[in-house]
């Protein structure tokens, strides 16, 4: 029933591709270069409090080397309060890496891609165990929002508030500089859309407006959920390329999605869900295995546990 | 690191929030227009006590309170209401704005972004309550202008004096802003406790309304059967009697408590829902 990949592009190998018409991806991420030289000025105004790792486990530079990148993955056998339950679980421990999650669902419908996504930064509980970053609960970390972003929605931006305003009060709340805000509409490509309010932002503008704001606090980490939700073409390009760019910058960047030919673009560390259980979980090329692409690898690496949903 | 329950800048973006939609100007215009509306209504029956038409049946009762609100303590009352008219319709005002504040955003799904700020969720509920209240302050602040722009031209009209900074005015003033403020921490609380905007907010219109019915009525009816005199003073404990008690500096009904048993209980009301928001929110998974 739950199938999804994670995909983690990393900060030390970041893949070079060719696209189909022949331009090397990384080399040309223009959009992204932009969208990270037109934040530049938060660099200088804000110091960041902890000028450490913070996912340790994925980017630890003494688990750089290491073949999964400090990623491995495991199903848990044995988890509280799940005897005699019918209802789907999320339940996988990520082996060497301080997290734990546990969740059993309520209904059916809950998707484990998102609620997984969700219990890693604190907003939803898991029934059981702890969903931890570098050790910590996201809710136990000092100004998260200048270490980890997120992209769980669209935008998560109000209806009737402009796009300037939604990213005001998130520099305003988080104590970043209001000026922080119209670099991020710039490098998003929004400044004209600045002041309309985001009732008349296209999907792709919405998502554009997430990830800036994701982006205000100048986070080591970005996590997204199906970032490339509703976007056209040229939009889905351009988010490619920020996150490969960011990715070369030294970040983590996390990703859930189910299009595969996306990730397999993308990413260099994978984890695919199942179920609410692990699959499979290493290095793109390790996952794929002998497999011709990502997509007939997870088709069969997930055969006979779910539907595809 | 420990970070204390109330963060400044907290409170600053919630204000933000407040005043960057469309909402919050509507709620600014019902609000002086409900005002404006109370402050005529309130000049007509203060004139209609002072002047008593001539065909009234009880013309000499009439006439008798007439005397009675031209002594100074008459004018001092009449001081008093005019500079709160309407005060008992418009904190509903304040209470929806404290509704608006939580709801919306679950309604608008901005909720995650505000968790992922601050995902120290008590944190953001207090902050809220911080700018709902200074927003139900504002209210007052502009009922206070208003009122008190019109009240001396209106006694003047009238033949009577009272100074507007008196102990009493003053009192009554000062009473009103504690109530426009905790009815709209009353409003935040109902709805970090109910989440949905809708059904929050005929929740808090039927426990306003409802409630100062259901409790004059019930009492009265156990009055009735019993004759027990402390039972007219029981329907303080709805929330909107107990607004009332607190903010009328006559008695506001017979045997109605003192003002500061309506003082009590209101902040009590305010606290306790509040509080149960608090639980509410920390408890609830945001999806």
């Not at chain 1, 022949?22 to 804000?46: K, L």
């Not at chain 1, 988890?79 to 999320?90: C, D």
């Not at chain 2, 204390?4 to 800048?9: A, G």
């Not at chain 2, 507007?164 to 709805?191: E, P, Q």
Request: charged share 15%.
């Amino acid at each position: 029933m739950f199938m999804h990949p994670l995909a983690i592009c990393h900060r030390v190998r970041v893949r070079r591709q060719r696209e189909p018409g022949g331009a090397p991806i990384v080399s040309s991420a223009r959009a992204a270069t932009r969208f990270m030289s037109a934040m530049e000025p938060r660099r200088t105004a804000i110091p960041r409090p902890l000028p450490m790792v913070f996912l340790p486990w994925l980017c630890s530079p003494s688990m750089a080397d290491a073949r999964c990148h400090g990623l491995a993955a495991s199903p848990v056998s044995s988890l509280p309060g799940q005897a005699g339950s019918s209802h789907p679980t999320v339940a996988y421990r990520v082996a060497r890496l301080p997290v734990t999650l546990v969740r059993r669902h309520r209904t059916r419908n809950d998707a484990d891609k998102t609620t997984t996504l969700r219990m890693l930064l604190g907003l939803a509980e898991p029934t059981g165990g702890a969903a931890t970053i570098g050790g910590a609960r996201y809710a136990d970390l000092d100004e998260p929002a200048l270490r980890i972003g997120a992209v769980l929605e669209a935008s998560g931006a109000h209806e009737g508030r402009t796009g300037r305003d939604h990213l005001r009060v998130i520099c305003r709340a988080a104590g970043i500089p209001l000026a922080r805000a119209d670099a991020a509409l710039a490098a998003a490509g929004l400044t004209r859309a600045a002041n309309r309010t985001v009732a008349g932002y296209s999907l792709g503008m919405r998502q554009r407006l997430g990830v800036a704001a994701a982006m205000l606090g100048d986070p080591q980490v970005l996590v997204l959920d199906e970032p490339g939700n509703g976007l056209d073409p040229e939009g889905i390009r351009w988010m490619r390329e920020l996150l490969r760019a960011l990715a070369a910058d030294g970040r983590t960047v996390l990703v859930s999605s189910h299009q595969l030919a996306e990730i397999e673009q993308l990413a260099d560390d994978l984890v695919i869900i199942a179920a609410g259980r692990v699959a499979a979980f290493g290095t793109l090329a390790s996952v794929i295995g002998a497999h011709p692409g990502l997509e007939a690898a997870f088709l069969e690496l997930t055969a006979g546990k779910a539907a595809i949903r | 690191m420990t970070r204390p329950v109330i963060q400044p800048r907290l409170v600053s973006a919630e204000i933000m929030k407040i005043r960057t939609t469309r909402a919050w100007w509507i709620f600014l215009g019902i609000f002086t227009l409900l005002s404006a509306a109370a402050l005529l209504t309130n000049i007509a029956s203060h004139h209609y006590q002072l002047y008593p038409q001539q065909d009234l049946a009880g013309r000499a009762q009439a006439l008798a309170q007439a005397a009675a609100a031209r002594t100074p303590a008459g004018a001092a009352a009449i001081a008093a209401s005019m500079m709160t008219s309407g005060q008992f319709l418009t904190v509903l005002v304040a209470m929806l704005l404290g509704i608006h504040v939580v709801t919306s955003e679950i309604a608008q799904r901005t909720v995650t972004a505000t968790f992922l700020v601050t995902p120290r969720r008590e944190q953001v509920i207090v902050a809220k309550l911080a700018a709902a209240g200074a927003s139900g302050a504002l209210f007052w602040l502009i009922a206070t202008v208003l009122d008190g722009a019109v009240t001396p031209v209106f006694m003047a009209s009238q033949h009577i004096s009272a100074s507007l900074t008196g102990h009493g005015v003053i009192r009554a003033v000062l009473l009103g802003l504690l109530a426009f403020v905790l009815w709209a921490a009353f409003g935040l609380g109902l709805g970090a406790v109910i989440r949905s905007q809708v059904a929050a907010v005929v929740a808090g219109i039927a426990i306003y309304a409802g409630g100062f019915a259901v409790a004059q009525l019930t009492f009265h009816a156990l009055y009735d059967l019993t004759h027990q005199a402390w039972l007219l003073g029981a329907p303080v404990i709805a929330p909107a009697v107990a607004s009332q008690v607190m903010t009328t500096p006559a008695p506001a009904f017979p045997h109605a408590p003192p003002q500061w048993a309506g003082a009590v209980i209101m902040t009590g009301y305010a606290l306790a829902l509040t509080t149960a928001g608090i639980i509410q929110t920390r408890r609830h998974d945001i999806s």
